[in-house]
């Protein structure tokens, strides 16, 4: 038996090897290898661990559309079963006789159903599959992508939820990417027309505003697959439900009109309307409604392991959500404030809103809340037992769990210290042995909405976890540990998939990703991408030792291109972006098709750097900080490789990065070149121009909040509006410091970007008006980052030609005027007109 174990990871390792030929006929990458990979998507394995599911891609440039951004590749997205009941079963097609386009969905909880989309042009359709047999029943059900709340559940195994758009549109989060061209094109024919209007119609009042025709609104639907029976449960603008445990009742969100911008503070993801609560008898047509009305915040809706209460976290309407609290609903609609004593929710100056809320469970009967002491840094779990004190019950852990594993009745299961751990009323116990360290599997899901991440732990009595030299491991409430299968998941390699029985793997070689099964029958590979690939070989990276702007030690990242030494290299490639570096993690195929990469430049035969510019204290979003931060890097790279052309640097960044980017080239002479892409260069318009697709699809606001919340509360820290600070503003303005700019500057573009294309359009005009040298592209019917195949062809050809045409030429950077007066007034280059 140990044989044969030992020969089905051999068989893994050898295809894996089988993936990368001899260095000498390696090639680097190329900007069409990261047009046409395929991919891997998500996985899921049944509750029965009789069936496993994945997504697999064909290859992106293959697509029959790219107005739909990233989702574009559902289109060519297909799903394989794997039958793991019979030992070596292959992956077969679940629906061949579908053509692509389907994604899956969750399971039934007998595990032999299962909920998936089909994509068919503009359609997106439920559908629902008897695995046994692979047979589809078409539901003619529209599905709404929720981005805070769910979009399905299952009430039992022949009863379903689903939220739906009545109309059969497009959900919002795709019709962002291609609804604005359709009906711009269908209002600039009105007109040319001349027989209907062909205008929009926003209005203002008391903070509110409102555009003369709502969005489209969704409908609950409870579908019985057994009789074929579907009864609306709701209609309006719905924002959340959660079927109960008992499968009786569904705790309901729906949208109360909208709330008003506080004057003194805006919040970039403010959540934007009221939301009120509903439970909905599923066996009956009654409804209760809480005994006091309440606004709720998103992200919490957890009903009690026996269905009698849900958790939420609500206010009063015109409170500010710290000024609310905990809540305990019952299914009768009873309303009691769950008493805290000085916890807070939220770390220090942050507030609710879209995409974060309040962590809480259930401890049996006894609400828990992931929570500080005002004043304090810490979160722990706490628990807020009625008529007892709030009993911290992860206190005198070196590091508090931050989300929970599992819950069963009333037991936590929760991963820290290396270890599993489990807490009830009684107290905390270790499951895992003392010098064992054990961490857990976070299985990643980019479409799953925040509340299903962090407050929706599974509801059983144990934890999948891996082991120190990566083996798979079950651990039950007893401490009772389990090994599945008898392979290894090495370090690099990501779980998409893992049960009781079963776990699914997916590793790669340079551009090749294997899926691999760990079963207890053993470990064997499945399917694989990009083996057409193999011979290319991505960027070195070595990691670079320094202190940062502020003297602390930090480190920033180089990438080499694979064969060629640092002498030869066409110039260096600097990438900003405060707050964050590219280590070079592996982080699959489709984060290389999109947005400006690092293995995509050194490919082409530059070095890049990756500065550390570590974001985290005052000071940290100056001019002479980015200046400082990028040296030390630069610095340090031509430290460790004295041969790298140092005197053939560009600064490139994209979106904030962008913005860093045109900062830095008013605020110093060292570097030869900027790119700035979707980058900002005035403040006082960014503030206050729409979002590009809102002004023609009003069914997602206009994007003020966002648009004025990212000026002054984030990353263009402001801190208010421009009448407040218009210094402030001038000084954050590379735009206004144009006259500073010596060396070339490429901009890059889109019409539908959020950062309006008419902010490099005027770094473009103002260069222009300076003499200096400018390039300026733009992208139509693209947005922050570009999809279509044909575009990201063309930027980095943009790129690749400018860096060449700027690095290579030998004038030196002309040195800024050292007679300019102090910003925020440039002094202009031109003469005065007579």
């Not at 305990?328 to 942050?350: H, K, N, Q, W």
């Not at 699959?588 to 947005?595: D, K, N, R, S």
């Not at 500073?740 to 539908?752: C, N």
Request: charged letters at 20%; a neutral charge.
């Amino acid at each position: 038996m140990i044989g044969r174990l030992q020969h089905h990871l051999w068989v893994v390792a050898a295809l894996l090897c089988l993936a990368t030929s001899a260095h000498a006929q390696t090639r680097s990458l190329t900007v069409d290898d990261i047009v046409s990979t395929e991919a891997f998507g998500r996985a899921s394995i049944a509750p029965n661990d009789a069936w496993a599911i994945y997504e697999k891609r064909g290859p992106y440039d293959t697509a029959p559309r790219f107005d739909l951004g990233p989702r574009s590749q559902w289109a060519i997205t297909d799903l394989w079963l794997l039958d793991l009941r019979r030992a070596g079963a292959a992956p077969e097609r679940l629906l061949p006789g579908e053509e692509p386009g389907l994604l899956r969905g969750p399971w039934s909880p007998s595990g032999d159903r299962l909920l998936v989309q089909r994509l068919r042009g503009d359609r997106l359709e439920f559908g629902v599959v008897d695995v046994a047999d692979r047979t589809v029943r078409w539901t003619g059900l529209a599905p709404e992508m929720p981005t805070a709340g769910a979009q399905a559940e299952w009430a039992s195994d022949d009863r379903l939820v689903l939220l739906t758009r009545p109309d059969g549109s497009l959900p919002w989060l795709l019709a962002y990417y291609g609804g604005s061209q359709t009906e711009t094109g269908a209002a600039w024919r009105r007109t040319a027309e001349g027989r209907r209007p062909a205008r929009t119609v926003v209005d203002t009042r008391a903070g509110v505003a409102a555009p003369e025709t709502a969005g489209a609104g969704q409908a609950l639907v409870l579908i019985d697959l057994t009789s074929g029976v579907r009864r609306t449960l709701a209609r309006g603008q719905i924002r959340d439900f959660a079927v109960s445990p008992d499968g009786t009742r569904v705790a309901l969100l729906s949208g109360d009109g909208p709330t008003a911008v506080r004057p003194e503070v805006i919040v970039q993801m403010a959540v934007p309307d009221r939301q009120r609560l509903r439970i909905l008898n599923l066996q009956g047509e009654g409804e209760t409604a809480p005994s006091i009305e309440l606004d709720v915040a998103p992200h919490l809706l957890r009903w009690s392991p026996e269905s009698e209460a849900l958790l939420v976290w609500a206010r009063r309407d015109g409170q500010r959500w710290e000024e609310g609290g905990l809540m305990r609903i019952g299914r009768d609609g009873a309303a009691v404030e769950i008493s805290r004593g000085d916890l807070a929710v939220r770390p220090a100056a942050t507030e609710i809103d879209t995409l974060r809320g309040v962590q809480a469970d259930w401890m049996g009967a006894t609400p828990v809340l992931y929570s500080r002491p005002v004043g304090g840094d810490r979160f722990d779990w706490y628990a807020l037992a009625p008529g007892r004190p709030v009993r911290n019950l992860t206190g005198d852990l070196t590091g508090a769990p931050s989300r929970l594993a599992a819950v069963s009745g009333d037991t936590l299961y929760y991963f820290a210290d290396s270890a599993l751990w489990a807490s009830d009323a009684t107290g905390r116990r270790r499951l895992t042995p003392i010098g064992q360290p054990v961490s857990e599997i976070m299985i990643g899901d980019i479409e799953k909405p925040f509340r299903l991440r962090v407050n929706d732990a599974p509801r059983r009595d144990w934890a999948t976890a891996l082991g120190a030299e990566g083996e798979v491991l079950v651990v039950n409430g007893a401490g009772e540990r389990r090994r599945v299968g008898p392979a290894r998941v090495s370090p690099e390699a990501r779980v998409l998939a893992a049960s009781a029985g079963a776990a699914i793997a997916l590793d790669h070689t340079q551009m090749v990703e294997t899926l691999s099964l760990i079963h207890s029958d053993g470990a064997r590979a499945l399917d694989q991408v990009n083996a057409g690939l193999a011979t290319v070989a991505l960027a070195g990276t070595e990691p670079l030792d320094h202190v940062d702007a502020f003297g602390r030690p930090t480190r920033s990242w180089l990438f080499l291109p694979k064969g060629v030494s640092p002498s030869a290299v066409r110039g260096i490639v600097v990438e900003v972006y405060p707050g964050s570096v590219d280590t070079g993690a592996w982080a699959g195929p489709l984060a290389l098709t999109y947005g400006l990469r690092a293995s995509v430049l050194a490919g082409g035969g530059y070095a890049v750097i990756s500065p550390s510019m570590p974001n985290d204290r005052e000071g940290s979003d100056s001019i002479d900080f980015y200046v400082r931060s990028v040296d030390a890097a630069v610095d340090a790279a031509l430290a460790a490789h004295p041969d790298l052309p140092g005197d053939r640097i560009a600064i490139a960044g994209h979106s904030f990065g962008g913005t860093v980017a045109l900062a830095m080239a008013g605020g110093t002479a060292r570097y030869r070149s900027y790119i700035s892409w979707a980058g900002t260069s005035e403040m006082f318009s960014k503030w206050g121009e729409f979002a590009p697709v809102t002004r023609i699809l009003t069914e997602g606001g206009h994007m003020m909040r966002n648009q004025q919340g990212w000026v002054e509360t984030g990353q263009g820290g402001m801190t208010g509006p421009p009448w407040t600070a218009l210094s402030g503003y001038a000084a954050r303005s590379p735009y206004l410091a144009a006259d500073r700019i010596t060396a070339p500057v490429l901009l890059i573009t889109a019409d539908k970007d959020f950062v309006p294309m008419s902010q490099s359009e005027l770094m473009f005009s103002a260069l222009y008006r300076l003499g200096g040298t400018a390039r300026l592209v733009t992208y139509w019917g693209e947005e922050h980052s570009l999809w279509s195949p044909a575009n990201i062809r063309d930027v980095y050809a943009q790129i690749f030609d400018w860096l060449e045409r700027t690095l290579a030429d030998p004038s030196p950077v002309s040195p800024p005027q050292t007679t300019v007066a102090p910003r925020p007034g440039p002094t202009p280059r031109t003469r005065p007109q007579p």
